[in-house]
């Protein structure tokens, strides 16, 4: 009876799913190379105005890292026609809102505005890729944010470091070896210089993706893009010739120590395929098997029957040239870190040696429907995978058929995956502890 009822709840998923409606969008290009998505939703008056750029922390300079983020803050400083410290003022003042973000491969800037401000979206996004001021001033006043921000997010943050530590101890080529915050020594050491170049480089329509979502008029939009867009000169391509990384093949073990922590934690680290791999989706769903939820493997092992955990969850870390998959646990009472590796393993060792059950898969399409739905389940979520799609994976169309990977995906293609990249030859072991009084 409970398979009955388990069957009937897969399929009234899989109705929903196919119910669905598809996101519908319209792309085309620029004369000046610039990529534009235009997705319209009357249903609220609300409109986004984003742009993504292809430039993240593995675009600096080894020497100057921390650039990619430090441009997140510095391309709110002003422009020749919005004064600087105006850009914010200027957004509230209208009913909206804006952000950025920055990872290791994109930077992202977007407004939400009530619609009848689509053309200021516009107009002030065309003026920070047009227009930028970049001085001494500007990068002085956010030089101290950033370093507010590290402080912050990173230096007084308990585990703060550990992403860091893994990143420097799994790669040693490409520059995902860095931090995305990068070195506040080296930027304190750039030159007004070197940030001029990095933003004629990289900051141009050839290297960017609009993308306007909401409540518009397509033609009319269109027309404005045209106008504030178009007229920007196209930029040199940038050229990416990225090192690659060998494959581990030996056990590797670092230690790295932090202040902010009392209680220790063990990291297991595996250097896997860039996000548009397919073997990527799979180990997706090997990270939701093992710790997708309180009623997943691994919490429900060690946290809820053994008790030796506070904590443990494994994940997949998947970008565009690379992933980390990792799995982490925060031991409880007097357990060894060593013994909680060795538990987590064992339940590595039993996906790689016998089937997950059928109750389990189903379990595992369901959380990947229902992930599936949710994430366009907002305007600014459709607006940013529409340009995440475009950006590192190369097809927009994912927005819609995204999906249909993950129900591919088969038992056994789970178990061989697990088989190839979760091997302990094939890893970084961390272990991440308190700091010791130096007195």
Known sequence: MKKNLFALASLAMVGLLSNAQQVEFEEYDLDN???????????????????????????????????????????????????????????TANGGSNNANTTDDRTYYYEIFPSNSVELGLWMESERLMHPIINQIGVDTQNEVVKEEKRLRVDNQPYGRFLAEVKKNLFFKHPYRWATIGSMEHLDAATLEEFQAFNKKFYVPNNAVLVVAGDIDKPSVKKMIKEYFGPIPRGAEVVRGLPREEPITEALEATAYDPNIQIPAIFAAYRTPSQKSRDSYVLNMISSYLSGGKSAVLYKKLVDEQKQALQVQAVNLSQEDYGIYAMFALPLGETDLDTLLAEMDEEIVKVQSELISERDYQKLQNQFENRFVNSNSSIAGIAHSLADYYMLYGDVNLINNEIEIYRSITREEIQ????????????????????????
Do not use: C
């Open 33 to 91: 190379g610039m990529h534009v998505i235009l997705h319209q939703d009357n249903t609220a008056p609300v409109v986004i105005t984003s742009v993504m750029y292809h430039v993240g922390a593995k675009d600096e300079n080894p020497e100057r890292t921390g650039f990619a983020h430090f441009f997140e803050h510095l391309l709110f400083e002003g422009t020749e026609n919005i004064k600087r410290g105006e850009w914010f003022n200027i957004v």
């Open 416 to 439: 061989t995956i697990a088989k190839q990249y979760l091997n302990p030859n094939q890893r970084l072991v961390l272990k991440y502890l308190p700091q010791k009084d130096e007195n």
